[in-house]
């Protein structure tokens, strides 16, 4: 009998000991794995399905850019107002906030390209939040223009931002290569 209870204890120890190493080398995981947010602006769904996937394969919490105000249904009236928004430095009053945008590490900043550059309303979001550190990762979502001076723009107005330079784009909801580039970024 003394020794089962001998060769039980021996196994408890050992049992415990194993488990609480597990515990400790995942608690080290999750301390190491970054804190991320993706924020985008969407006019027609293409950059809000992006981020939705980014979401789906890196985890994080995901946050939808609105402002106050609309845009006309009929195309090329909507992408007129567009283009004097942009040319007038417009940056539309917010609707939402994020709480604590301290406690994220990295952020996916998702904009569609209108007329070469970021939206007024990605704008807007640059100009509310301190991102200053943070590592923000660009996806720029088109219709044929690429990236053009979406990330350049959105560097300038980033300040102190460590912005991604391989930015993801997309020509509309063209995602075939989407996982690959989200491993090559290490996160």
Same mark, same amino acid.
């Given at each position: 009998m003394k020794k089962l209870f001998a060769l039980t204890s021996c196994f408890l120890s050992?049992?415990?000991?194993a488990n609480t190493q597990a515990a400790t080398t995942e608690v080290n995981n999750l301390a190491q794995k970054p804190k991320i947010l993706i924020a985008y602006y969407s006019y027609s769904g293409n950059t809000k399905a992006v981020a939705e996937a980014i979401q789906k394969s890196v985890g994080g919490d995901i946050f939808e850019i609105k402002a106050e105000g609309s845009y006309p249904e009929e195309y090329r009236a909507m992408t007129q107002q567009a283009k004097k928004e942009i040319q007038d430095n417009y940056r539309p009053k $917010?609707?939402?906030?994020?709480?604590?945008?301290?406690?994220?590490?990295?952020?996916?900043?998702?904009?569609?390209?209108?007329?070469?550059?970021?939206?007024?309303?990605?704008?807007?979001?640059?100009?509310?939040?301190?991102l200053s550190?943070?590592?923000?990762?660009?996806?720029?979502?088109?219709?044929?223009?690429?990236?053009?001076?979406?990330?350049?723009?959105?560097?300038?107005?980033?300040?102190?931002? +460590?912005?991604?330079?391989?930015?993801?784009?997309?020509?509309?909801?063209?995602?075939? +290569? $989407?996982?690959?580039? $989200?491993?090559? $970024? +290490?996160?």
């Amino acid at each position: 009998m003394k020794k089962l209870f001998a060769l039980t204890s021996c196994f408890l120890s050992l049992f415990g000991a194993a488990n609480t190493q597990a515990a400790t080398t995942e608690v080290n995981n999750l301390a190491q794995k970054p804190k991320i947010l993706i924020a985008y602006y969407s006019y027609s769904g293409n950059t809000k399905a992006v981020a939705e996937a980014i979401q789906k394969s890196v985890g994080g919490d995901i946050f939808e850019i609105k402002a106050e105000g609309s845009y006309p249904e009929e195309y090329r009236a909507m992408t007129q107002q567009a283009k004097k928004e942009i040319q007038d430095n417009y940056r539309p009053k $917010l609707i939402g906030k994020i709480d604590n945008i301290g406690q994220y590490d990295v952020i996916f900043l998702g904009s569609p390209n209108w007329w070469g550059t970021i939206t007024p309303q990605v704008s807007s979001f640059l100009a509310s939040y301190d991102l200053s550190g943070k590592r923000v990762i660009p996806f720029i979502t088109h219709g044929g223009g690429g990236v053009q001076n979406t990330v350049r723009d959105l560097t300038v107005q980033c300040s102190g931002c +460590k912005i991604e330079p391989n930015a993801w784009t997309s020509y509309g909801q063209d995602m075939s +290569k $989407l996982d690959e580039w $989200l491993q090559a $970024l +290490k996160l």
